[in-house]
């Protein structure tokens, strides 16, 4: 099992950056695959970004595709969220989800297949 620990959010004017992180316990975080989700007010839950075990392999939403960079350290057993150009559009509470032992190139991009949530970092944007 792995506990999940967001952190980074806050407000930023549109045009900004934020880093998102996701500090995960344990010892075998190399053993998860990791994603980014967003829920605005009102809306479902979205994916946003996804990182494969191994870091080799990176998917995004159409959305931030450009802007956001999805990244992990390993040995820091974090993943991280690099935002650039933010958008009013942006603004969202971001869970950082983890998933265990799929095959090491996989990402996941669907929240049903995550097992392991964090308890989100509110990111606003004001534009």
């Known amino acids: 099992q792995v506990q999940l620990v967001e952190s980074g959010g806050g407000l930023v004017q549109a045009g900004g950056s934020l880093r998102l992180s996701c500090a995960a316990s344990g010892r075998t975080f190399s053993s998860y695959a990791m994603g980014w989700f967003r829920q605005a007010p009102g809306k479902e839950r979205e994916f946003v970004a996804a990182?494969?075990?191994?870091?080799?392999?990176?998917y995004y939403a159409d959305s931030v595709k450009g802007r956001f960079t999805i990244s992990r350290d390993n040995a820091k057993n974090t993943v991280y969220l690099q935002m650039n150009s933010l958008k009013a559009e942006d603004t969202a509470v971001y869970y950082c989800?983890?998933?265990?032992?799929?095959?090491?190139?996989?990402?996941?991009?669907?929240?049903?297949?995550?097992?392991?949530w964090g308890q989100g970092t509110q990111v606003t944007v004001s534009s």
């Open positions: 989800a983890a998933q265990r032992a799929p095959p090491p190139s996989i990402v996941l991009v669907r929240a049903q297949t995550y097992d392991y």
């Open positions: 990182i494969s075990r191994s870091g080799g392999s990176t």
